[in-house]
């Protein structure tokens, strides 16, 4: 929290600075009532706004959470799904891709649907096929979020 408190004084969630990665999804599950997620690590992943390849998808249309009088700039829900889906699909590490299609699917459930249609048709033809193998796969890996995975390639 220390952290955070540091960035909000310094006004770097004012310049662009994104809280993302397990924080991030923690304040989604707080304040948002995202699908609960027991792993976690310890570590507090920022973004700043100098983007590499998929991460410019987390810059575009950021919210605002207040913790602890703290505003914390963070990924739309919808953006942040969407990319763990894409990120999911590119993991050569079986644990990690697994770590972020839990996220993603568990983040599915606080988007606006309408949103999230639109953010997806506005992919790149490649990431789009990217996330919807990554939901065809889901169903065999994660049979307990099916009602979520069910919903989501309904919703796309």
């Not at 009532?33 to 410019?56: C, E, H, M, W, Y």
């Not at 249309?61 to 990120?87: M, Q, S």
């Not at 990217?130 to 889901?138: G, N, P």
Request: proline share 5%; hydrophobic share 40%.
């Amino acid at each position: 929290m220390q952290i955070l408190k540091v960035f909000a004084d310094n006004n770097l969630f004012d310049e662009g600075v994104e809280l993302i990665g397990n924080r991030c999804f923690q304040l989604y599950q707080k304040h948002l009532g995202a699908k609960s997620f027991p792993l976690r690590t310890q570590d507090v992943d920022f973004l700043i706004p100098n983007p590499l390849r998929f991460v410019r998808l987390l810059l575009d249309n950021p919210i605002t959470i207040v913790e602890g009088g703290i505003k914390i700039r963070v990924p739309n829900p919808a953006n942040f799904c969407l990319h763990k889906l894409i990120i999911a699909s590119r993991r050569i590490k079986t644990d990690k891709s697994m770590k972020d299609l839990q996220q993603g699917i568990c983040a599915s459930v606080i988007v606006n649907r309408q949103e999230i249609k639109r953010l997806f048709d506005s992919l790149p033809k490649r990431w789009r096929g990217a996330i919807l193998r990554m939901l065809e796969k889901s169903k065999s890996e994660l049979p307990l979020f099916n009602d979520e995975i069910e919903e989501l390639g309904l919703t796309l």
